[in-house]
């Protein structure tokens, strides 16, 4: 697939170390897109240069907390001054804790929903503000999950959940706010096998299958299933499309 009003633009990827993020990263910067990835792993710095090398792009890298807004700003500042201001924004740093809710810590609950919620919208608010200070367009794409709407099983994870279904809201609220001239959506991914599910099934093998006897599609997703909608919502080929939630799940939520 190609889309070529995407080349020469510039993307910020929160969570793009590795991962959903930093496949997502690779698709945008196959388009010719520069790319601006912020993680709290020192890794993220190589994971930059790595997408520079392979694609002719340029690229940028910051250590931040998403949790932080004073880390979030500073690091767009870094970014605005190395690639210019961005107009593709994917927020893809989060985080699952699993337990029973009946048992889970103050502080484990507040972790989840700092990094899902809140970490997603402080990076989102940076990436507007100047944007909307230049009436400039852009583009931010929010990394949701099918669990904003479903309880799966069989893991209990009320706090990831909520955060999820919470970050839908927020799509909504900030597309009818920041229209016309901000485009923001979200992708609900279902399973798929990123850093974050490995280390499930990794300690739990019947996991997988469980999972996959609930999926239509007969099998979890790879992060590169997620690079064609990510690359049409980032693209002017959805120029009308805003607001929304896109489920992209081999079928999982419609059973």
Known sequence: MNFPDLAGRTAVITGGARGIGYSLASALA????????????????????????????????????????????????????????????????????????????????????????????????????????????????????????????????????????????????LAVEWAPALRVNAIAPGYILSDMTRQFIDANPDLAAQWISAIPAGRMGEPADLDGLVLLLASSASSYLTGQTLVIDGGYTAI
């Open 30 to 173: 196959r388009q010719g897109v520069n790319v601006a990835l912020l993680d709290l792993l020192p890794e993220v710095s190589d994971s930059a240069a790595r997408l520079a090398g392979e694609h002719g792009v340029q690229t940028a890298s910051a250590l931040v907390d998403v949790t932080d807004p004073v880390s979030v700003d500073a690091a767009f500042a870094d970014v605005r001054e190395a690639l210019g201001v961005a107009d593709i924004l994917i927020t893809a740093a989060g985080i699952t804790i699993w337990g029973d809710a009946a048992e889970v810590a103050p502080e484990t609950w507040r972790k989840v929903i700092d990094v899902n919620l809140n970490g997603t919208f402080f990076s989102t608010q940076a990436f507007a503000r100047p944007l909307l200070a230049e009436g400039r367009e852009g583009s931010a794409i929010l990394i949701s999950s099918m669990s904003g709407r479903v309880v799966n099983v069989p893991q209990h994870q009320a706090s990831y959940n909520a955060s999820k279904a919470a970050v839908d809201q927020l799509t909504t609220s």
